[in-house]
């Protein structure tokens, strides 16, 4: 019956090794004083009984006793302290080659979408042995994803996307919970994290996906209808979007930001919130028409940008001499699909 | 009795049936009614537990009356609970209960500062309960967005049954216990700063002043923020403002809500631009501060109780009190310790974190001085002193837990699983209950002139001690394991199967933790009439209280105002004739 107790989870991302010590020191530090403190009490209580000990001694504190029992608990607390922010300092950004995956929440779901087209439903492939950053966002309330043998947690936010990033470092299946109420069926948002061999990895990978997160992303430039301003020509009404993930945006009020997801996400659904230096107010609120997923289909299409410029324009209606002349290095040729 | 007082307290000792038991101007008898408020509300909260508790293990379990707990009621179960028990237990017997009964006597008072606003924070608090309580009446029943209530959650009537109407009445009944806490507060800080007794000064004030005032303090600065959160998520539900509810938002292929709602204008609802983290801020702004508007006023009473029970004086008093001063100004600088998940950077995260690993600090102040005071004591085992005993225990178990959740990289692993529900049951829940059980025990004799029985006292303590570590200790091990919290439905779950042994163990505890409570209440009920009678001052303790005849006459001094010559704590002083000198006794003695 208590064979299988799981007294502790696995320990299977690069920050478990981290923080286990920590977690250990922390917990004998506890066990040392509650026990240390209990044993007091009782030994107290049975020496100092008023049967035992009819005369009270008379004291009111003392200096010393009390700056040590100050002192050393201040000690304790900043060690520690200081112990926890250098490991959490060290988990630091993601790093910059990590395997991206793009993850929604919705009440009661997970759905993650994989750079190649992969996607997936309360289920998580990731390969052993490589720096995974997971960006999710929510579509309705607050979320939270929750390996704890990976150590990893990072509330979901409905207006906000966020990385969370880790590097699995032993294969298996582990859970998957939500671990920040959102209703009724909170209890069912559950999944498996499943790490694999690479090679295994590139068998899954390979085995699925209806094309490329970007390719659908441009399917939906076209269908909304955004390359009717977003193009790369001179009777384009909007700016163009190649390049622009990254780079610094200046706005009409002198302001200005780097371009990152959560940049796009908020020019897309709300465009009149910052307006481009340089350019009329003239883009659609597409809040409620573009749903979480296909906002990141669309921005990994504007990411993808950056290196293929010109896949903004294979089946543009006219091939434009104009833009040619401008771009002359770039041959239609080299598009790629 | 001086020229002052009377202005202060002009009003005579009613007749009348009503304004002595209902509308009564006396804080003795406010203090009375909160405290009895909270019974009754300790008793409803433990009810709704104890269903929690055998849904989680039994869910097919069919109750009389009640039916089947479907996982959605759990939920409403869990939010009402916590609710319930941190707001109409927690917030109202401590401070207003024993705090209003009590200051006054002890500072040598004959009423509180403003005796009116005393008892229209009581019927605030009342009718702010029933409020609470009618929420599982109206259509859809109660609230299910948990204590903490969190955005776009408790924002979105759709989110689930119970976040309609329900949820309305669950946020204007907060916002009335916010008004009334206010009141409250303000009226414990004047009375402490202006009408304490003569030669009363500051630190002669015995240690449950100190706690009440500060947490007084704390109530002024805490209670306004959830008060101003509660009305702006009114607004967001009712009004279409986005204070908390961005935009976009998909809840079950509904864009906007309420689905079809039109704002004042008669345009469609459309949210845009709120902040979910808003929400949290202000809440845990209030929030924090609100777990030590629970147990400080335990502490004042275990810090009483241990000096009094010892005969010895407390150990380091200026200590104590500079310890709840620390806590008090620290626990404003600590929220973000509860949002450390939800997106701060890594450097706010350290400062919410060494701030409270300095809380620590004073902490362990009080509880190595609570050692030194039973050091070298004469102790006596009385029921009172076992429940401040119990106190210490449990606010160390509890306490040494925080340190874990406060290490963001710790946190990470443990926030929001069982761990989290083990370490605030046991550090505020069962420790402040503790407080309140001490605090009873040892004021019956005062309050209602008759001891309580002892043996039934030995009991319910003892039972109680052991259950509530049997059921809250195995959580901090179920969190480790990595079981998340609020979590409805534990049988259907593969991983969870293991630790049911254990959830059928904590189930157990509960229960006959809940039966023994029965003990107490018969205990009070049947010592208040039929209890040994008590003398004026059973325990020999110092403070003015037990100065007065029990139950005290109207206004306290029977018109004398009292003079105080000595010290809190002074038990056990070398020369004199007995082992404690009343506060009020003749400085002389003293002088020896
Ligand atoms: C009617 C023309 C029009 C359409 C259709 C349009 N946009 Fe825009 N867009 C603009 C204009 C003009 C700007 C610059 C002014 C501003 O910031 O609003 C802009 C700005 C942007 C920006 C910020 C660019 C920068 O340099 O910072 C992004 C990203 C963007 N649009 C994406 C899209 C996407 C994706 C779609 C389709 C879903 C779309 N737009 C549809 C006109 C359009
Ligand atoms: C008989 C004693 C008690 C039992 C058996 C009990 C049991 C429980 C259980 C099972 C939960 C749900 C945990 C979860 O699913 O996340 C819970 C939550 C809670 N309890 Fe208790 N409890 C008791 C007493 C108290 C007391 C005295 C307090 C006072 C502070 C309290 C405050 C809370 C709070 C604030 C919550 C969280 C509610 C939420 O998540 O919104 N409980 N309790
Ligand atoms: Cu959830
Ligand atoms: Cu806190």
């Given at each position: 019956?208590?064979?299988?107790?799981?007294?502790?989870?696995?320990?299977?991302?690069?920050?478990?090794?981290?923080?286990?010590?920590?977690?250990?020191?922390?917990?004998?530090?506890?066990?040392?004083?509650?026990?240390?403190?209990?044993?007091?009490?009782?030994?107290?209580?049975?020496?100092?009984?008023?049967?035992?000990?009819?005369?009270?001694?008379?004291?009111?504190?003392?200096?010393?006793?009390?700056?040590?029992?100050?002192?050393?608990?201040?000690?304790?607390?900043?060690?520690?302290?200081?112990?926890?922010?250098?490991?959490?300092?060290?988990?630091?950004?993601?790093?910059?080659?990590?395997?991206?995956?793009y993850?929604t929440?919705?009440?009661?779901?997970?759905?993650?979408?994989?750079?190649?087209?992969?996607?997936?439903?309360?289920?998580?492939?990731?390969?052993?042995?490589?720096?995974?950053?997971?960006t999710?966002i929510s579509q309705?309330?607050?979320?939270?994803?929750?390996?704890?043998?990976?150590?990893?947690?990072?509330?979901?936010l409905p207006n906000r996307y966020r990385?969370?990033?880790?590097?699995?470092?032993?294969?298996?299946?582990?859970?998957?919970?939500?671990?920040?109420?959102?209703?009724?069926?909170?209890?069912?948002?559950?999944?498996?994290?499943?790490?694999?061999?690479?090679?295994?990895?590139?068998?899954?990978?390979?085995?699925?996906?209806?094309?490329?997160l970007a390719s659908s992303g441009e399917k939906l430039f076209r269908h909304f209808g955004c390359i009717s301003c977003h193009r790369a020509d001179k009777g384009a009404r909007g700016p163009d979007l190649a390049g622009l993930y990254g780079r610094e945006v200046h706005f009409q009020d002198g302001s200005t930001r780097i371009a990152d997801e959560n940049y796009l996400r908020e020019s897309i659904l709300a465009p009149k919130a910052k307006i481009v230096a340089g350019w009329q107010p003239i883009m659609p609120v597409f809040q409620g028409q573009v749903n979480e997923e296909q906002m990141l289909e669309l921005i990994a299409y504007i990411k993808s940008l950056n290196q293929n410029p010109l896949n903004v324009n294979p089946n543009a209606p006219v091939p434009d001499e104009e833009q040619r002349k401008r771009n002359p290095q770039v041959e239609p040729?080299v598009i790629r699909? | 009795?001086?020229?002052?007082?009377?202005?202060?307290?002009?009003?005579?000792?009613?007749?009348?049936?009503?304004?002595?038991?209902?509308?009564?101007?006396?804080?003795?008898?406010?203090?009375?009614?909160?405290?009895?408020?909270?019974?009754?509300?300790?008793?409803?909260?433990?009810?709704?537990?104890?269903?929690?508790?055998?849904?989680?293990?039994?869910?097919?379990?069919?109750?009389?009356?009640?039916?089947?707990?479907?996982?959605?009621?759990?939920?409403?179960?869990?939010?009402?609970?916590?609710?319930?028990?941190?707001?109409?237990?927690?917030?109202?017997?401590?401070?207003?209960?024993?705090?209003?009964?009590?200051?006054?006597?002890?500072?040598?008072?004959?009423?509180?500062?403003?005796?009116?606003?005393?008892?229209?924070?009581?019927?605030?608090?009342?009718?702010?309960?029933?409020?609470?309580?009618?929420?599982?009446?109206?259509?859809?029943?109660?609230?299910?967005?948990?204590?903490?209530?969190?955005?776009?959650?408790?924002?979105?009537?759709?989110?689930?049954?119970?976040?309609?109407?329900?949820?309305?009445?669950?946020?204007?009944?907060?916002?009335?216990?916010?008004?009334?806490?206010?009141?409250?507060?303000?009226?414990?800080?004047?009375?402490?700063?202006?009408?304490?007794?003569?030669?009363?000064?500051?630190?002669?004030?015995?240690?449950?002043?100190?706690?009440?005032?500060?947490?007084?303090?704390?109530?002024?600065?805490?209670?306004?923020?959830?008060?101003?959160?509660?009305?702006?998520?009114?607004?967001?539900?009712?009004?279409g403002t986005s204070f908390f509810v961005p935009g976009g938002l998909n809840?079950?292929?509904?864009l906007s809500f309420?689905?079809?709602?039109l704002n004042p204008g008669g345009h469609p609802i459309t949210h845009t631009g709120g902040s979910p983290?808003l929400?949290?801020?202000?809440?845990?702004?209030?929030?924090?501060?609100?777990?030590?508007?629970?147990?400080?006023?335990?502490?004042?009473?275990?810090?009483?109780?241990?000096?009094?029970?010892?005969?010895?004086?407390?150990?380091?008093?200026?200590?104590?009190?500079?310890?709840?001063?620390?806590?008090?100004?620290?626990?404003?600088?600590?929220?973000?310790?509860?949002?450390?998940?939800?997106?701060?950077?890594?450097?706010?995260?350290?400062?919410?974190?060494?701030?409270?690993?300095?809380?620590?600090?004073?902490?362990?102040?009080?509880?190595?001085?609570?050692?030194?005071?039973?050091?070298?004591?004469?102790?006596?085992?009385?029921?009172?002193?076992?429940?401040?005993?119990?106190?210490?225990?449990?606010?160390?178990?509890?306490?040494?837990?925080?340190?874990?959740?406060?290490?963001?990289?710790?946190?990470?692993?443990?926030?929001?699983?069982?761990?989290?529900?083990?370490?605030?049951?046991?550090?505020?829940?069962?420790?402040?209950?503790?407080?309140?059980?001490?605090?009873?025990?040892?004021?019956?004799?005062?309050?209602?002139?008759?001891?309580?029985?002892?043996?039934?006292?030995?009991?319910?303590?003892?039972?109680?001690?052991?259950?509530?570590?049997?059921?809250?200790?195995?959580?901090?091990?179920?969190?480790?394991?990595?079981?998340?919290?609020?979590?409805?439905?534990?049988?259907?779950?593969?991983?969870?199967?293991?630790?049911?042994?254990?959830?059928?163990?904590?189930?157990?505890?509960?229960?006959?933790?809940?039966?023994?409570?029965?003990?107490?209440?018969?205990?009070?009920?049947?010592?208040?009439?039929?209890?040994?009678?008590?003398?004026?001052?059973?325990?020999?303790?110092?403070?003015?209280?037990?100065?007065?005849?029990?139950?005290?006459?109207?206004?306290?001094?029977?018109?004398?105002?009292?003079?105080?010559?000595?010290?809190?704590?002074?038990?056990?002083?070398?020369?004199?004739?007995?082992?404690?000198?009343?506060?009020?006794?003749?400085?002389?003695?003293?002088?020896?």
């Amino acid at each position: 019956m208590w064979t299988d107790f799981p007294l502790f989870p696995a320990r299977a991302a690069n920050f478990a090794d981290k923080v286990d010590p920590l977690y250990f020191f922390l917990v004998a530090v506890t066990v040392f004083f509650s026990v240390g403190i209990f044993l007091t009490i009782t030994v107290f209580a049975i020496k100092y009984r008023r049967s035992v000990h009819p005369q009270a001694e008379q004291i009111k504190g003392s200096l010393a006793v009390e700056a040590t029992w100050t002192i050393i608990p201040l000690g304790i607390a900043l060690f520690i302290f200081v112990w926890g922010a250098a490991v959490y300092y060290s988990y630091g950004a993601p790093p910059k080659n990590a395997l991206r995956v793009y993850g929604t929440a919705k009440q009661w779901m997970w759905k993650f979408q994989h750079a190649d087209g992969q996607r997936e439903i309360n289920e998580l492939h990731v390969p052993v042995g490589q720096d995974v950053a997971v960006t999710l966002i929510s579509q309705d309330v607050i979320h939270s994803f929750f390996v704890p043998a990976f150590r990893a947690k990072m509330d979901v936010l409905p207006n906000r996307y966020r990385t969370v990033w880790f590097r699995p470092t032993r294969t298996g299946t582990y859970h998957l919970f939500c671990a920040e109420y959102c209703g009724t069926a909170h209890s069912g948002m559950i999944g498996w994290v499943v790490v694999m061999e690479p090679a295994d990895y590139e068998v899954w990978l390979a085995a699925g996906g209806e094309g490329s997160l970007a390719s659908s992303g441009e399917k939906l430039f076209r269908h909304f209808g955004c390359i009717s301003c977003h193009r790369a020509d001179k009777g384009a009404r909007g700016p163009d979007l190649a390049g622009l993930y990254g780079r610094e945006v200046h706005f009409q009020d002198g302001s200005t930001r780097i371009a990152d997801e959560n940049y796009l996400r908020e020019s897309i659904l709300a465009p009149k919130a910052k307006i481009v230096a340089g350019w009329q107010p003239i883009m659609p609120v597409f809040q409620g028409q573009v749903n979480e997923e296909q906002m990141l289909e669309l921005i990994a299409y504007i990411k993808s940008l950056n290196q293929n410029p010109l896949n903004v324009n294979p089946n543009a209606p006219v091939p434009d001499e104009e833009q040619r002349k401008r771009n002359p290095q770039v041959e239609p040729q080299v598009i790629r699909p | 009795m001086s020229e002052q007082a009377h202005a202060v307290h002009a009003h005579a000792a009613p007749t009348g049936f009503i304004r002595k038991y209902i509308f009564s101007l006396d804080h003795k008898m406010i203090g009375l009614q909160y405290y009895f408020l909270a019974l009754v509300a300790v008793f409803v909260g433990m009810f709704l537990s104890l269903l929690m508790r055998i849904h989680l293990v039994w869910p097919e379990a069919s109750l009389p009356w009640f039916g089947h707990i479907k996982p959605e009621q759990y939920l409403t179960l869990l939010t009402m609970h916590g609710t319930i028990m941190v707001f109409f237990v927690l917030t109202t017997a401590p401070q207003s209960g024993f705090g209003n009964y009590f200051l006054p006597i002890q500072i040598g008072a004959p009423d509180m500062a403003f005796p009116t606003l005393n008892m229209l924070s009581f019927w605030t608090t009342f009718v702010s309960f029933m409020v609470m309580l009618a929420a599982f009446f109206v259509e859809g029943g109660a609230p299910l967005s948990g204590w903490t209530n969190y955005a776009p959650l408790s924002a979105i009537p759709s989110a689930g049954p119970g976040q309609g109407l329900g949820e309305d009445l669950w946020i204007i009944s907060i916002a009335l216990f916010s008004v009334a806490s206010l009141m409250g507060a303000l009226n414990f800080i004047t009375t402490t700063l202006d009408l304490r007794a003569r030669g009363m000064s500051l630190f002669r004030m015995p240690l449950t002043c100190w706690a009440w005032f500060v947490t007084a303090m704390l109530g002024l600065l805490a209670f306004g923020v959830l008060l101003a959160g509660g009305i702006l998520l009114l607004l967001d539900r009712n009004l279409g403002t986005s204070f908390f509810v961005p935009g976009g938002l998909n809840i079950n292929g509904n864009l906007s809500f309420p689905p079809g709602g039109l704002n004042p204008g008669g345009h469609p609802i459309t949210h845009t631009g709120g902040s979910p983290l808003l929400w949290q801020h202000l809440f845990w702004f209030f929030g924090h501060p609100e777990v030590y508007i629970a147990i400080l006023p335990g502490m004042g009473v275990a810090s009483q109780l241990l000096s009094t029970f010892s005969r010895k004086p407390i150990f380091g008093y200026k200590a104590m009190v500079y310890a709840i001063l620390a806590i008090g100004i620290l626990g404003f600088l600590v929220w973000g310790h509860h949002m450390f998940m939800s997106g701060m950077s890594p450097y706010s995260a350290f400062a919410f974190s060494v701030m409270t690993m300095a809380i620590g600090v004073p902490s362990a102040i009080k509880t190595f001085n609570w050692l030194g005071t039973i050091w070298g004591g004469r102790v006596r085992f009385h029921t009172p002193m076992l429940f401040a005993i119990g106190f210490v225990s449990l606010f160390v178990s509890g306490g040494l837990s925080g340190p874990f959740l406060a290490q963001p990289v710790l946190d990470i692993p443990l926030h929001d699983t069982y761990f989290v529900v083990g370490h605030f049951h046991l550090i505020m829940g069962v420790a402040a209950i503790f407080g309140i059980f001490a605090a009873t025990y040892y004021w019956f004799p005062k309050m209602f002139g008759r001891m309580m029985n002892e043996t039934l006292g030995r009991i319910h303590f003892f039972v109680t001690l052991l259950g509530t570590y049997a059921v809250f200790m195995p959580m901090h091990y179920l969190g480790m394991a990595g079981h998340p919290r609020r979590y409805s439905q534990l049988t259907e779950l593969n991983f969870l199967q293991p630790l049911m042994p254990l959830q059928k163990f904590m189930s157990i505890a509960a229960f006959i933790t809940i039966a023994v409570q029965f003990v107490f209440v018969i205990n009070l009920f049947w010592s208040m009439k039929k209890g040994k009678k008590a003398e004026i001052n059973p325990w020999e303790a110092t403070t003015l209280e037990w100065t007065v005849p029990s139950p005290p006459p109207h206004d306290n001094f029977g018109g004398v105002t009292p003079v105080v010559n000595h010290g809190p704590y002074e038990y056990s002083v070398p020369g004199a004739a007995k082992d404690y000198t009343m506060q009020t006794d003749p400085a002389t003695v003293a002088a020896h």
